[in-house]
Nanobody, 115 residues
Framework: QVRLEESGGGLVQAGGSLRLSCAASRTIFSINVMSWYRQAPGKERVLVADISGAGTTNYADPVKGRFTISRDNAKNTVYLQMNSLKPEDTAVYYC?????????WGQGTQVTVSS
């Protein structure tokens, strides 16, 4: 079992930045892939970025070059640095982890980008 708690969301103007944090209730050293997803109103939840235990990263096309995912195993935390934010980035952002055959989600944090 692992509990995930996101923080760092908020309201920001277009072009601004936010950093999201996902704190895990246990060591993430053994969690191979940790991810950020987002869900805009009326739309499906989609992958934003993920990071492997080895530090390999993967980004959705809409955020490439603007978002950076990172992990700090010592702090059991995954981050999502979001720069050059656009109104279309507005969504609830969720942290996700896979441990064995189980999937774990955080409660989500709202990001709103005003134009």
């Amino acid at each position: 079992q692992v509990r995930l708690e996101e923080s760092g969301g908020g309201l920001v103007q277009a072009g601004g930045s936010l950093r999201l944090s996902c704190a895990a209730s246990r060591t993430i050293f053994s969690i191979n892939v940790m991810s950020w997803y987002r869900q805009a109103p009326g739309k499906e939840r989609v992958l934003v970025a993920d990071i492997s235990g080895a530090g390999t990263t993967n980004y959705a096309d809409p955020v490439k070059g603007r978002f950076t995912i990172s992990r700090d195993n010592a702090k059991n935390t995954v981050y999502l640095q979001m720069n050059s934010l656009k109104p279309e980035d507005t969504a609830v952002y969720y942290c996700h982890a896979v441990l064995g055959q189980f999937h774990f989600w955080g409660q989500g944090t709202q990001v709103t980008v005003s134009s």
